[in-house]
C-alpha cells in the first residue's frame, strides 16, 4: 500500500511491477496535463490531509474489494503539457475487483482529495471549477454501499 | 485557532495561514461572519458561501459544524485533483 504526494515524476513501469507479486490483474490509471489552450498546470493541495484523505481513499477500496496492493500517487507545483500529473493502481487475483477498484479510487480522489488546479492560457490564469459529473461518479459509489 | 486559506481563497485574502480567537465563535458559521466583517478581501473571499468548503481539523465538515477544540479551520473551493 502507498500513497504519496510529491513534486517530482514517477516511473509508471517500476510502480506497476512493484504491485505484480501476488497479484492476477494490475489496472493503472495516468493522469496526464492536456495540452490545447492552456500552457502550464499549477497544483496546489492541503499538506497532511491530503495524505491522510489519499490514505482513507485507499483503505476504503481495500474494504471493498480483496486486494493485494494499491498505489496513488500525486504531483504538485508547476507542470507542463504532457506531464504526467498523478497515477492510481489496484492490484487483485481478478481483473474485475482490479477494474472497479482504480476507478473507484480515481472517482474519490477527484473530490474527497484536497487538490486544486490552476491553468495558465494565453488569456490569463484560471482555477479549475470542479465539475458535477465527477461529484456524480463519486456518490454512485455510495449507492453500492 | 489556526485559519487556513487555499486556491482563490488564499488569492483573494493574501494570506494562506493566520491565527484567529475563537472566542465567541460557536460554529463555522460564526467564523465565517467574524471574518467577513474584517473587510473587502474577506467579504470577497466569502461572497459566495455555497462555492467554499471547510475541514475542522482536516475532517471536511458542514457550515454548522462547532468549533469548540478545533486547532485548525481550513477554507477551500471543491476539489480538483486527478
Redesign the interface.
Known sequence: MAVRVQREDFDLGAETAALEAGAGAVVTFTGIVRGGDVSAMTLEHYPGMTEAALAEIEAEARTRWPLSGATIIHRVGRLLPGERIMMVAAASAHRQAAFEAAEFLMDYLKTRAPFWKKEETGAGARWVDARETDESAARRWAAKG | MKV?Y???LRERIGESAEEVSAEGLETVADLVAHLRARGPRYEAAFEAPEAVRV?VD?K?RDWDAPLKGAGEV?F???????
Open positions: 487556513l487555499f486556491a482563490w475541514a482536516q471536511v481550513a477551500f473551493p471543491p476539489m480538483t485533483g486527478g
